[in-house]
């Protein structure tokens, strides 16, 4: 088939065009801008168009001919920009995502949401039923857009949502990034109690659940959340990180509160500077919200099995890590 993957030049959307290229599909890579290892996926043999999902000509232009599209395309922890550019770019680029594909007779497509817009999780373990309690710009757009999709779902293209847990891997320097590196210094400072419920999502068990969307039939006009088998207490996240890099560090606690704080007056003094917080209210909510979701629907409906568990997912991390130098 000929596939679209918008995003498709950041970590999420190479490992999928990588991934659709050995499946033989003829796939294009649609991104604002070239990202790590752009030039590798040309050499795979898929086309990479350089532009934005929000300018209608060229989404119009690159959605010829195309049967499936994987809507992965997000604005996503952008700093120095106004909190329009996320709707612009979450709601208003998926709009103009949906109207081409259906203008162009696009078979399905499958939108990539995020977990996040379930807030913190009351009762873990949560379903895709779950309250909806967006917390922060990136959550609320990436919401906001889902009855989007399934309003065109119900016209003419065959749509399904998916929430991804937290995803993580080899190829990324950045998500996991900040704890692999604390914790290869020995000591990873713990706010509050810890046991708040993180829930991990490795790179290679997300695409194949995108992968298994991909094809007709599968999980039409559903919303699925996607997550590997096992969420854990961020404490324990520390020393499974620690296991993986052969490293003992130390979780010494301090209050959550004066952290949270701190977030919400560098996030406000440093935004007139245009320059990155060293600390903003997303990273600090990771110490006390809690994200732990069930899985039984993918698991039934589309056959989706995490194959690859947490410590083997965060031994290849740390093997990347290191081979790329980031550790």
């Given amino acids: 088939m000929k596939v679209l993957v918008t995003g498709g030049t950041g ?10 290229v050995d499946l033989g599909h003829e796939t294009i890579a649609l991104d604002y801008k070239e990202g790590l290892g752009t030039e590798e996926i040309r050499q795979w043999g898929a086309q990479v168009v350089i532009g934005s999902v929000t300018d209608e ?12 599209v994987h809507h992965v395309a997000a604005a996503f922890r952008e700093l120095n920009v106004p909190n329009s550019y996320y709707h612009q770019v979450n709601v208003g ?19 990539c949401s995020t977990c996040g817009v379930h807030g913190n999780v009351k009762n873990p373990p949560a379903d895709e039923n779950a309250p909806i309690a967006a917390a922060d710009y ?11 999709v399934n309003e ?17 891997g080899p190829g990324d320097p950045e998500r996991f990034g900040m704890i692999f590196r604390r914790v290869a210094r020995g000591r990873f400072p713990i706010f509050g109690s810890g046991k708040a419920l993180y829930h991990p999502l490795y790179i290679d068990n997300f695409v194949d659940a995108l992968l298994a969307l991909t094809y007709d039939g599968v999980g039409d006009g559903q919303t699925y959340l996607i997550a590997d088998q096992e969420y854990i207490g961020v404490e324990e996240l520390v020393h499974r990180v620690a296991k993986a890099l052969g490293v003992e560090a130390r979780t010494p606690h301090y209050p959550f509160w004066p952290l949270w704080l701190a977030g919400h ?12 917080p060293p600390i903003f209210p997303r990273r600090v909510d990771w110490y006390r919200q809690n994200r732990a979701f069930d899985i039984s629907r993918a698991r039934s409906e589309i056959g989706y099995q995490p194959k690859v568990g947490l410590d083997e997912g965060l031994r290849r991390t740390a093997k990347w890590y290191r081979t ?4």
């Fill in 324 to 327: 790329q130098g980031y550790l």
């Fill in 57 to 68: 000509p060229l989404v119009n232009k690159t959605m010829q001919g195309v049967e499936v």
């Fill in 11 to 20: 970590f999420t959307g190479k490992a999928l065009v990588r991934r659709l």
């Fill in 138 to 148: 990136y959550q609320q757009t990436k919401y906001e857009a889902e009855p989007l």
């Fill in 93 to 111: 680029g998926t709009e103009t995502v949906l109207k081409a594909a259906e203008k162009a007779g696009v078979k399905r497509l499958i939108y």
């Fill in 265 to 276: 007056v560098f996030e406000k003094a440093c935004r007139p500077l245009h320059i990155s």
């Fill in 152 to 168: 065109f779902g119900q016209r003419s293209l065959n749509t399904v949502i998916v929430r991804p847990a937290a995803i993580y």
